[in-house]
C-alpha cells in the first residue's frame, strides 16, 4: 500500500524559511515523478512544483519560483521542499503526491498533508 | 500559461440526481485533463485521468468526456458519499493547473 506522511509545517513569521518533508513507502521511489500541491484554508488546490524520478527536473508555479526548492533523497524515499521568503500567502495545506506512471501523470496518492501558517 | 474554469463552482442536488460538471480550458489541451473528489479535512482521489479513464476502483457512476477545451465529470445516480469537492487538472504541460473546485451539497 503506498503511504506518504508530511511533516514539517507549523507557524513562522513572514519572510522565514521552513522545509517540509514527505516520507514514501509501498513502492519504488526513485522510479516515480512527485509532486507538491498546497491548499490554503477554506480555498482550493493549487499545484506547487514537480520533480523528476532522478531528480534532475523540476518546474515550479510561478507564485513560488525563485523561493522554493523541491528536492529528493531516492536513497530514503523522501521528498523535500524549503520553503523561503515566506509570505502570508504562503499559508496553506501542502499536500505530497506521487504521480502515476501512465496517461499523462496524474496525481494517484496523496499524503494527509501539513498545515503551514506564515503570521506574525 | 493556460487556465481551467469549472462551472458551476457551486450544485446543489439530490440523492439520485445526475449530475454534471464543466472544466473548460483557456487553451486546448488535448485529451489531458484529470478530475479528482476532496472530502472537507481530507486529501483528494483521483477519479478520471485522460479525460475519461476510470482510475482502478472508482465506482462505474462516474464519468468522464471531452477534448480540447470543453470537458465533463458526470455522475450517473448521485449517492450520499458524493457529495464533496470536485476539481480538474490539467495534465499536457507545466505548471499543472488545477481548476477553482465545484461544490456539490445536499439540496
Known amino acids: 500500500e503506498v503511504q506518504l506522511l508530511e511533516s514539517g509545517g507549523g507557524l513562522v513569521q513572514p519572510g522565514g524559511s521552513l522545509r517540509l518533508s514527505c516520507a514514501a513507502s509501498?513502492?519504488?521511489?526513485?522510479?516515480?515523478?512527485m509532486t507538491w500541491v498546497r491548499q490554503p484554508p477554506g480555498k482550493g488546490l493549487e499545484w506547487v512544483a514537480v520533480i523528476s524520478a532522478s531528480g534532475g527536473t523540476t518546474y515550479y508555479a510561478d507564485s513560488v519560483k525563485g523561493r522554493f526548492t523541491i528536492s529528493r533523497d531516492n536513497s530514503n524515499s523522501l521528498l523535500y521542499v524549503q520553503m523561503n521568503s515566506l509570505r502570508v500567502e504562503d499559508t496553506a495545506v501542502y499536500f505530497c503526491?506521487?504521480?502515476?506512471?501512465?496517461?499523462?501523470?496524474?496525481?494517484?496518492?496523496w499524503g494527509q498533508g501539513t498545515l503551514v501558517t506564515v503570521s506574525s | 500559461d493556460i487556465q481551467l474554469t469549472q462551472s458551476p463552482s457551486f450544485l446543489s442536488a439530490s440523492v439520485g440526481d445526475r449530475v454534471t460538471i464543466t472544466c473548460r480550458a483557456s487553451?486546448?489541451?488535448?485529451?489531458?485533463l484529470a478530475w479528482y473528489q476532496q472530502k472537507p479535512g481530507k486529501a483528494p482521489k483521483l477519479l478520471i485521468y485522460?479525460?475519461?479513464t476510470l482510475q482502478s476502483g472508482v465506482p462505474s457512476r462516474f464519468s468522464g468526456s471531452g477534448s480540447g477545451t470543453e470537458f465533463t465529470l458526470t455522475i450517473s445516480s448521485l449517492q450520499p458519499e458524493d457529495f464533496a469537492t470536485y476539481y480538474c487538472q490539467k495534465l499536457d504541460s507545466y505548471p499543472r493547473t488545477f481548476g477553482q473546485g465545484t461544490k456539490v451539497e445536499i439540496k
Open positions: 503526491a506521487k504521480c502515476g506512471d501512465y496517461g499523462g501523470k496524474p496525481l494517484d496518492s
Open positions: 485522460t479525460a475519461s
Open positions: 487553451q486546448g489541451i488535448s485529451s489531458s
Open positions: 509501498g513502492f519504488s521511489f526513485s522510479n516515480y515523478v
